[in-house]
Nanobody, 126 residues
Framework: QVQLVESGGGLVQPGGSLRLSCVSSAFALDYYAIGWFRQAPGKEREGVSCINTSDGRTYYADSVKGRFTISRDSAKRTVYLQMDSLKPEDTAVYYC???????????????????WGQGTQVTVSS
């Protein structure tokens, strides 16, 4: 059973930045798809970004493209989500998820992922 632990959430003003971390208990991060999702109150969970740790390809939702950057540190078994130019509409609980690399064509479909973290709250407010 793989465990994922997110951290780095918090309260930030509009225009500010946060970096989320997702640490995996898996032996290695290679050959996985690691996704970030978010869920705001009263809304469905939505895909934010994904990285294929096998070939390094990255994927982003249109709403965050150019503002968020996903990356990985395989030695630390950690995937990061750098969030810049944050907006109030980015406020949500952010989750990381892990699955096979086959899912990257539909990386934004949450039920394709096998493992999920507990989430970390991000609040963007002045």
């Amino acid at each position: 059973q793989v465990q994922l632990v997110e951290s780095g959430g918090g309260l930030v003003q509009p225009g500010g930045s946060l970096r989320l971390s997702c640490v995996s208990s898996a032996f290695a991060l290679d050959y996985y798809a690691i996704g970030w999702f978010r869920q705001a109150p009263g809304k469905e969970r939505e895909g934010v970004s994904c990285i294929n740790t096998s070939d390094g390809r990255t994927y982003y939702a249109d709403s965050v493209k150019g503002r968020f950057t996903i990356s990985r540190d395989s030695a630390k078994r950690t995937v990061y989500l750098q969030m810049d130019s944050l907006k109030p509409e980015d406020t949500a609980v952010y989750y990381c998820a892990m699955g096979g690399t086959w899912l990257t064509e539909g990386w934004y479909i949450d039920h394709r992922y096998d493992y999920w973290g507990q989430g970390t709250q991000v609040t963007v407010s002045s």
